[in-house]
């Protein structure tokens, strides 16, 4: 298939649809989603649909670990690469299954595809980029989308 169509896009703007797309659902959870000022100008190179599939993903994630009164995460620290950083403090994963997370099919939750994570991973490192884990059981995961910014 063609692949997609890039654009220079703003994380801020990006954050800001995904946050307001995901309330709703984090509200019926009782998760409080917090989101830090981005450093003005930060942009990358990728496609905006897809970038913001893969956050909505990300925080729907970290949603379902929590817990109600839990909270989401999202922060983007200043520099190059751009991290796109979201955090929960929900069930965490365990070290056996933080590789496999992102592998097809494998899910942590019932009635999971397993899909999302693998092909969240696929299109960021289709734009150069990255997608870590790093989690403590019990305490909560850190996803971390890294992408090379863009002037």
């Known amino acids: 298939g063609k692949a997609s169509s890039t ?3 703003d994380v801020a703007a990006s954050l800001d649809a995904v946050t307001r797309l995901i ?34 993903n990300l925080v729907l994630n970290g949603v379902q670990a929590c817990r109600p009164g839990g909270r989401v995460r999202l922060e983007v620290p200043p520099g190059d690469p751009v991290r796109i950083r979201v955090s929960d403090d929900g069930c965490g994963v365990a070290p056996a299954d933080q590789k496999k997370v992102f592998e097809p099919f494998f899910s942590l939750r019932q ?12 299109f960021v490192r289709r734009w150069g980029g990255d997608i870590q884990l790093q989690s403590v059981a019990g305490e ?3 996803f971390e989308v890294r992408l090379p910014a863009a002037a």
Request: hydrophobic fraction near 35%.
């Open 7 to 9: 654009d220079l896009v």
């Open 23 to 56: 309330q709703p659902t984090a509200r019926e959870h009782g998760v409080t989603i917090e989101v830090e000022p981005v450093p003005p100008g930060t942009h990358v190179r990728v496609n905006d649909a897809e970038l913001q599939q893969i956050l909505l």
């Open 111 to 122: 009635g999971g595809t397993g899909l999302g994570l693998f092909l969240s991973l696929n």
């Open 140 to 142: 909560g995961s850190t």
